[in-house]
Nanobody, 123 residues
Framework: QVQLLESGGGLVQAGGSLRLSCAASGRTFIDYVLGWFRQAPGKGREFVATISWSGIKYYADSVKGRFTISRDNTKNTAYLQMNSLKPEDTAVYYC?????????????????WGQGTQVTVSS
């Protein structure tokens, strides 16, 4: 069993930055895929970014060039650096993980989820 805990959300003005963290416990996740998703009010869960165990990264077009996903396997922690934030980035952000190779943009492929952290970007 893997437990995930997100942190780092908050209120920021448009153009600002935030860094989200996702701490995993329960086992080492060196061979796990990590993903970040978000859900805005009244909308479905949306893919943001994913990173394989070997460090291969993939981003949604809406965040490419502004967000950076990374991981520190020695700390069992994943990060999402968010720069040039826009009001449309406002959402609850979730990290998720599953064991295996490659990476996934499909939320149904992930087995473990955090509780989410709120990000609000004011205009």
């Amino acid at each position: 069993q893997v437990q995930l805990l997100e942190s780092g959300g908050g209120l920021v003005q448009a153009g600002g930055s935030l860094r989200l963290s996702c701490a995993a416990s329960g086992r080492t996740f060196i061979d796990y895929v990590l993903g970040w998703f978000r859900q805005a009010p009244g909308k479905g869960r949306e893919f943001v970014a994913t990173i394989s165990w070997s460090g291969i990264k993939y981003y949604a077009d809406s965040v490419k060039g502004r967000f950076t996903i990374s991981r520190d396997n020695t700390k069992n922690t994943a990060y999402l650096q968010m720069n040039s934030l826009k009001p449309e980035d406002t959402a609850v952000y979730y990290c998720a993980t599953r064991r295996g190779l490659g990476y996934d943009t499909n939320s149904s492929k992930y087995d473990y989820w955090g509780q989410g952290t709120q990000v609000t970007v004011s205009s």
